[in-house]
């Protein structure tokens, strides 16, 4: 059992792992050996999860979830297998706690009184500033 977050866990049976070759340096070993670990979790069809944790993370996870609602990580940090398959799980453990959690709603709060004189008052100034800038248009100054 993998555990997410206390109380919620799911089970290695749920996990899907397939292994590639890895890229960028290492040498002979990258060319030969597959190290590389993607790991593949079907939240649609986990039995672990209620269908309101489900749908919390397919909300939260979309971009990472395909159509069918399969999450994908893939690891090829390290240089052997076992240690990309433990950063892959531990990926998905932090994405999956990091979509469970729930976010205090947003409290609406009014802009104290004081804030929104302060703001038109600015702004009255800024405007009479302005119109003192203006040129006046007297009696005589039509450039005859």
């Known amino acids: ?6 109380g919620i866990s799911i089970s290695e049976d749920e996990l899907v792992f397939k292994t590639s070759r890895s890229g960028g340096p ?3 070993n990258v060319n030969k050996v597959s190290t590389g670990v993607t790991v593949f979790f079907d939240v649609t069809h986990c039995q ?3 269908e309101v944790q489900k749908q919390r993370i397919l909300t939260q996870l979309g971009g990472r979830a ?4 399969v999450i994908r990580v893939a690891w090829q940090m390290y240089r052997t297998q076992k240690a990309n398959r433990q950063g892959a799980v531990e990926r998905l453990k932090q994405l999956l706690a990091q979509a469970l959690i729930k976010r205090p709603a947003r409290k609406k ?7 929104h004189q302060r703001r ?3 702004k009255r100034g800024r405007s009479m500033l302005k119109q ?3 040129r006046k248009n007297l009696a005589g100054d ?3």
């Open 109 to 115: 709060t009014r802009i104290p009184y004081a804030v």
């Open 132 to 134: 003192q800038r203006t």
């Open 48 to 50: 672990s999860l209620s």
């Open 26 to 28: 290492g040498g002979q």
């Open 120 to 122: 038109l008052d600015r």
């Open 66 to 69: 395909d159509k069918r609602g």
């Open 142 to 144: 039509f450039g005859d």
């Open 1 to 6: 059992m993998i555990e997410i977050t206390q």
